[in-house]
């Protein structure tokens, strides 16, 4: 059973180095009320029931990605471009993965890096 994992990243916050939103940006601003909105006017309570799901689903994708080591992938790109390729690693960020034996329309690439950037989606056999 093929299962799509989309790539989401969080964007730089305002200093550059931090990930997340400045709660005085525009963009935090027309978010409304969601959960981000209890970075403003904290609840402890849901705050923490907050973070315990945002734990679950990194420990979840993390663990999606060791599962993916030595599997064939399945990435459909921009453009409507879909390729194929045996999962290697991804660097700290995720920003790249590293593949091997990327099948695209041009031909076999023994070895590649694939920009999450450049990824919509990527699917695998479990």
């Known amino acids: 059973m093929k299962v799509p994992v989309a ?6 916050g305002p200093d550059g180095t931090s990930r997340g939103f400045d709660p005085s940006s525009p963009r ?3 978010l409304g009320p969601s959960s981000l909105s209890s970075l403003v006017t ?22 999606s990605l060791l599962a993916m080591v030595g599997q064939p992938v ?4 921009y453009e409507r471009v ?3 390729a045996l999962f290697g690693a991804s660097d ?10 990327l099948h695209t329309p041009l031909g076999v690439q023994k070895e590649a890096l694939l920009r ?5 989606a990527y699917s695998f056999e479990l």
Do not use: W
């Open 7 to 12: 790539v989401i990243r969080l964007p730089r």
């Open 92 to 101: 700290i960020d995720v920003l790249n993965f590293q593949v091997s034996e």
């Open 74 to 77: 399945s990435f459909t790109m």
């Open 116 to 120: 999450c950037s450049d990824i919509i």
């Open 82 to 84: 879909s390729v194929m």
């Open 42 to 63: 904290p609840n402890p309570a849901k705050l923490e029931h907050e973070q315990q799901g945002r734990v679950a689903l990194r420990e979840r994708y993390l663990r």
């Open 28 to 30: 935090f601003q027309v």
